[in-house]
């Protein structure tokens, strides 16, 4: 061992933290879920329209119908916005209202991290199903997303859940079918009918590849999650019809008009924009997904273990390039399958391939903490000069402010990596778990010293400010007039 590592290692500690990994791994997502949720304004442009129409909503009382102003937003129906709403109801004070709203997405990750981990469970036992969560944690496609106040983090919760059932189904037919149903009717609440088509498009073809899917029993949890399903799935168009009914027909004739979008080709799409994105969005998940593909060959096409991640992954890229809406966000769920297929691997790795691994986790981390620190030199002292000139030409209206508390947090965090590195022991699933715990440090760093550098250049405040100041003060609001078009 390194001499340096002598001050950071205790045997008897490194014993007790590497004999749970599992609970090693439950601290890393717990973290990572909370992490980045608070101390900044909504982002531009997703995340600040959904808190406007949560805020709407929390100041008029009117649940039913998401709205910017008096604009309705129909584009999807309102679960997100009433998960802003309790969040805020329950927690400002003493959080901001915004802050308040967006701890909500805590609870729409934790669901995603809990029932991933079932359904890794339920296809391959219980030894290293908590390894699939830690593929989430550590990708890079859900790391500031999913952070996020937008409707695709509870959508890939509601997802997570509907997978599950699949995966539940045949052993337990009415159990899996409420949970797929569960799942059905939040991902229709979550983002409306055409995204709740990812779930029914895997389970119809996983009727196709295996015959545990073309039974009777089956055929019972379908019924079931059609039972469970139905309510959620219409209470909302149901109160819109009896309350505001033009609003129904106007969303039934945008939903239409989004599902013809879907079924005819038009020359300007971008149908492999989610194959483009694929290497660094699922990074690193994909390698170890195709290596888990690889070691069990033409038979592991036969294994229900396999077959459910890799039919929800190709049902879902199917349905991605038809909806053809090249946005990176969008390609959330395409995670979800990938995270379960790789971690079919972690036993079966070469170790050379563990060791690489381990040497690139420890790597990666330690150099994204080092650039988190002198990325919040330059903005904070002006050193480097360079560096502080072109932080400070991307964005001329960041005032550095006394950080102190920030710095010691910083310090704190840094040290509890090192920490780690020289105490978790040896085993197939360490590598795994300092990615996951790299990632989550790295992430905590930029948090404590950059996010008040990247909130003034997501932010609107500073229009808004700038545009009340020249307002005279009889009007109130602004009135937009094709705005986005």
């Not at 229900?304 to 190709?314: A, G, N």
């Amino acid at each position: 061992m390194l001499r340096p590592a002598h001050l950071l290692r205790n045997e008897r500690f490194a014993t007790w933290l590497s004999a749970s990994p599992r609970g090693l791994a439950l601290a890393v997502c717990a973290t990572w879920v909370l992490i980045g949720l608070v101390g900044h304004d909504p982002w531009k442009s997703d995340e600040a329209y959904t808190f406007g129409a949560a805020y709407r909503m929390y100041e008029s009382g009117d649940w039913l119908v998401p709205k910017i102003g008096d604009t309705p937003l129909l584009e999807t129906p309102p679960l997100v916005y009433h998960g802003a709403l309790v969040g805020m109801m329950a927690l400002s004070p003493p959080f901001a209202l915004h802050d308040a709203a967006r701890l909500s997405v805590a609870v729409w990750l934790s669901f995603l991290l809990l029932f991933v981990g079932l359904t890794a469970r339920e296809l391959w036992g219980g030894n290293h199903s908590w390894i699939a969560p830690l593929m989430l944690v550590g990708s890079a496609g859900l790391l500031v997303r999913g952070h996020q106040l937008i409707s695709t983090v509870p959508l890939l919760a509601a997802l997570a859940v509907g997978i599950y059932g699949l995966a539940l189904a045949p052993r337990r037919s009415q159990l899996g079918g409420l949970w797929f149903g569960v799942g059905l009717g939040f991902m229709f609440l979550a983002r409306g009918p055409l995204d709740m088509l990812m779930l029914v498009a895997i389970a119809v073809g996983m009727a196709f590849v295996s015959p545990r899917y073309r039974n009777a029993r089956f055929l019972k949890s379908t019924a079931t999650a059609i039972a469970v399903a139905a309510p959620l799935i219409i209470i909302w168009p149901l109160a819109l019809h009896l309350q505001q009914p033009a609003l129904l027909t106007q969303w039934l004739a945008q939903t239409a008009l989004d599902l013809r979008g879907m079924l005819v080709f038009q020359e300007h799409e971008s149908n492999l924009y989610f194959l483009s994105v694929l290497p660094w969005f699922t990074w690193p998940v994909w390698p170890f997904a195709l290596w888990s593909l690889w070691i069990e060959g033409k038979q592991g096409l036969s294994k229900r273990e396999v077959q459910l991640p890799l039919v929800s992954f190709v049902a879902i890229l199917a349905y991605l390039s038809l909806a053809a809406e090249g946005r990176d966000v969008m390609a959330m769920p395409m995670l979800l399958p990938l995270a379960l297929l790789a971690s079919i691997a972690i036993t079966r790795l070469p170790r050379g391939a563990i060791n690489a691994y381990y040497w690139f986790s420890i790597m990666v981390a330690t150099v994204f903490s080092l650039v988190a620190w002198v990325y919040f030199s330059a903005a904070q002292f002006g050193f480097p000069t360079r560096l502080a000139e072109h932080i400070f030409r991307l964005q001329p209206e960041y005032q550095p402010e006394g950080r102190i508390l920030a710095i010691l947090a910083g310090i704190a965090v840094t040290l509890v990596w090192f920490v780690l590195v020289f105490n978790v022991k040896r085993s197939a699933e360490r590598p795994f778990i300092l990615w996951a715990a790299g990632i989550t440090v790295g992430w905590t760093l930029a948090v404590l010293l950059l996010f008040h550098w990247i909130d003034a250049r997501k932010t609107y405040r500073s229009m808004v400010v700038e545009l009340s100041a020249h307002m005279p003060e009889e009007y109130k609001c602004v009135i937009s007039q094709d705005v986005g078009s």
